[in-house]
């Protein structure tokens, strides 16, 4: 490790202000006003007086955590991409804030209010969907510093900067190498998906099954099994969207290594949306008759073909980007700044080279 990069003449000020304000609103300022309103709401309550110790208690327990990852959250901000010490913070703050969300469970406290209050919810179930997304936000900061790394070498002179692929040599099937990818794109991506088809659906249903427990009726005995078949499919659809969106990511706009696991992300999201949605009907039977059910086939199958409209999106975005990749020097998705930097030159060049507009002198006869 070098101490050196620590050194407070690669800190931006700039940087570091606008990196504790959205560390502050994320976890302090947010979470203290959720916390706050539901004390107040609670307060009120003679029934609901062990809730309102347990916000009271979290309302310390976010100031304490919320500052101390807001001021880390500066010089995660200060420091470059790529240097030891933007990694050391991002990595602390990754970390810190995961005994963050476990010390808002009070030692199991809160749950046990909820089942004596309300229903039997297990938030350690949800606490462990959301352990998963926060563990792939703490490699996204490894994968952040490997993307950047050379990037910060060459700045410093430190080696020597890539010689420029020549185009003509350069073969569709080449798009896959790895050196054209970026793993924290790849490992964002994945996050994202993982959050939007599997983590977000399981702790909903996790929240309906609770509900419904509460109600002790037999008669909704089928909707809890479907419940769980569901959970399942969503599961296993959702951790195979997450692992092909990881590629998708993973390599740049324009290659044909980002175009064919897009594609099958369309596919199989698309199966996801029909399966979550229960194929189309939904039942409820009573004990002896059928007592309910909803056709919303078309609905669902509209759905489904907007979900494959993606697909277009991805046949285009290849047309649009395969050129300016190539010509750019096939660079990494990560240094998208410096793409649409390059752009904008091009922009500027052509209407350079174009001249000022000719007035109306000029133009008249």
């Known amino acids: ?14 940087d570091g202000l606008k990196s504790v304000t959205l560390h502050a609103l994320k976890y302090l300022v947010l979470p203290l006003l959720i916390v706050t309103i539901l004390y107040a709401m609670t307060s009120q309550i003679e029934d609901a007086s062990g809730f309102s110790d347990l916000f009271l208690q979290m309302r310390a327990l976010v100031l304490l955590f919320g500052i101390t990852l807001a001021a880390l959250g ?5 420091y470059p991409k790529g240097t030891y010490a933007r990694l050391t913070f991002a990595l602390a703050i990754a970390i810190l ?14 749950q ?4 004596d209050k309300m229903f039997e919810l297990d938030i350690e179930q949800l606490f462990l969907l959301y352990l998963i997304g926060a563990l792939f936000s703490l490699f996204m900061q490894l994968g952040e510093f490997i993307d950047h790394r050379r990037a910060w070498w060459e700045r410093g002179k430190q080696v020597e900067p890539r010689e420029k692929e020549d185009i003509k040599d350069h073969r569709w099937h ?4 790895l050196r054209y990818g970026s793993l924290s794109n790849g490992l964002k991506l994945s996050k994202s998906a993982l959050f939007k088809y599997t983590i977000i659906p399981l702790a909903v249903i996790i929240l309906i099954k609770a509900g419904l427990s509460s109600l002790e009726i037999d008669e909704i005995d089928d909707l809890v099994q479907s419940l769980d078949d ?14 092909l969106s990881f590629f998708k990511g993973f390599y740049p706009k324009g290659s044909f290594s980002r175009f064919i696991p897009a594609m099958a992300v369309v596919l199989l999201s698309m199966y996801w949306t029909w399966i979550v949605g229960l194929e189309g009907v939904f039942m409820m039977e009573g004990a002896d008759v059928l007592t309910f059910t909803l056709d919303y ?8 073909c907007a979900t494959g409209l993606w697909g277009v999106y991805y046949a285009v975005e290849l047309w649009v980007y395969r050129r300016e990749w190539k010509e750019g020097g096939f660079k990494k998705d990560a240094f998208e700044g410096e793409r649409k930097k390059d752009r904008k030159e091009k922009k500027r060049k052509v209407k350079k080279d174009k001249g000022p507009a000719p007035s109306e002198e000029e133009v008249r006869p």
């Open 112 to 115: 046990t209010e909820i089942a």
């Open 97 to 110: 804030a995961i005994f963050y969300a476990w010390s808002l469970l009070l030692d199991g406290r809160l």
């Open 297 to 304: 086939t078309g609905i669902l199958l509209l759905m489904v």
């Open 74 to 78: 500066f010089f995660k901000g200060a």
């Open 174 to 177: 080449h798009d896959f190498r």
């Open 1 to 14: 490790m070098n101490f050196g990069e620590y050194d407070w003449k690669f800190v931006k000020l700039g």
């Open 230 to 243: 569901v959970y399942y499919s969503a599961l296993l659809l959702g951790i195979a969207i997450a692992a």
